[in-house]
């Protein structure tokens, strides 16, 4: 069954759906040593089945706290940005069974990371923050923890703030802006990310 599946998603280019599909099909399977397939399927050339892996890690990890040890090593590490998005929907599962009010030290731990991927893995992962439970009633903290990295030296991760930071804004404008007006304009990644928060 596994090399049919293997052969399957590395066809396909773009996407999530099939990979999900694929690693449903893999879990469902209680004889099949997941983990330990997952860590083969990270080692893959193809990064079709490395987004398998990282799928199949965050459907572990609620559970297996070796699987998450294993996205915030080495799947954060990882060069390929289809690999990058796969890590923060697997970063939203964990959230997501375990709870996003008691996985908030885990959340922060990872917005502190030095690795931008890990960083935008949970920014990205939790959008649409208020969205989601216990950040709907809580927006100002969702607010707090996005613009911790306002002033990161990687784009691709303050675009990700920025983004977020807009999002929440279309029903929590005024809180948003109350954040925004505390930011130093003159610091120009700051100001990048200001532009993308308030899409002007």
Not at 106 to 126: Q, Y
Not at 144 to 151: A, D, E, F, Y
């Amino acid at each position: 069954m596994i090399p049919s599946i293997i052969n399957h998603i590395k066809q396909i280019e773009h996407g999530f759906k099939h990979i999900i599909t694929a690693g449903d099909q893999i879990l469902a399977d209680q004889g099949t040593p997941h983990f330990n397939l997952a860590l083969q399927f990270l080692a893959d050339n193809s990064y079709q089945v490395r987004m398998l892996a990282t799928y199949i890690l965050g459907q572990l990890s609620p559970t297996h706290p070796e699987a998450l040890q294993i996205l915030e090593t080495q799947v954060a590490e990882d060069q390929n940005w289809r690999v990058q998005e796969m890590l923060a929907k697997a970063f939203d599962q964990y959230c997501q069974v375990t709870g996003y009010e008691k996985s908030l030290p885990v959340i922060k731990k990872w917005l502190s990371d030095p690795h931008p991927n890990m960083k935008r893995a949970v920014t990205e992962g939790l959008r649409i923050w208020t969205g989601r439970p216990y950040f709907k009633d809580h927006p100002h903290t969702a607010i707090t923890l996005i613009s911790v990295n306002k002033s990161a030296d990687s784009e691709y991760l303050r675009k990700s703030v920025g983004n977020a930071l807009r999002d929440i804004s279309k029903k929590h404008r005024q809180e948003v802006l109350d954040e925004l007006s505390t930011w130093d304009l003159t610091d120009k990644k700051v100001a990048f990310t200001h532009q993308l928060a308030t899409g002007k």
